[in-house]
């Protein structure tokens, strides 16, 4: 998915989840941690750049064994405020990820195995239809649910 899907939908995620804009916020800045940290086609060229995206930066156990170190040591780490949006920033990353697995492959329990399905591809009319009926879906759930 692009960016911008990734930030739309993992940060309506979020709000319909929390109510905290904050939240919210840094779930946005997780939706593009992931590929963030790979840098850009730009900067190492297509080819190197294809070779390692969705690689060990999309693997959920790094996520979740992060956000296992700061749920044990939270009481180690420092105020609640910084902890929360580090959890949402995490949470973000993990939502990222089940995000590209419905336009390609991710890394599963091992880094080396990958799944995934190819609903749409990325940057295609039919991606931002699925970000928009999927935002719709929270959206409506959340209304249904009596959040908002």
Request: hydrophobic share 50%; charged share 10%; net charge positive.
């Amino acid at each position: 998915m692009t960016w911008v899907s990734h930030a739309a939908l993992t940060g309506t995620i979020a709000y319909a989840v929390s109510s905290d804009p904050l939240a919210a916020a840094a779930a946005c800045v997780g939706a593009v941690l992931p590929d963030k940290v790979e840098g850009s086609p730009g900067s190492v060229g297509w080819r190197t750049w294809r070779s390692r995206h969705r690689g060990w930066s999309h693997w959920p156990m790094l996520y979740l064994a992060l956000i296992g170190a700061l749920l044990h040591g939270e009481t180690y780490i420092g105020s609640r405020i910084f902890l929360t949006v580090l959890l949402w920033v995490f949470l973000g990353a993990l939502l990222h990820i089940a995000e590209d697995a419905v336009c390609g492959k991710v890394p599963a329990v091992l880094p080396t195995q990958k799944i995934g399905i190819r609903l749409f591809t990325v940057g295609s009319l039919r991606e931002y239809l699925f970000t928009a009926v999927c935002i719709g879906i929270v959206y409506a759930g959340s209304c249904f649910l009596g959040n908002r």
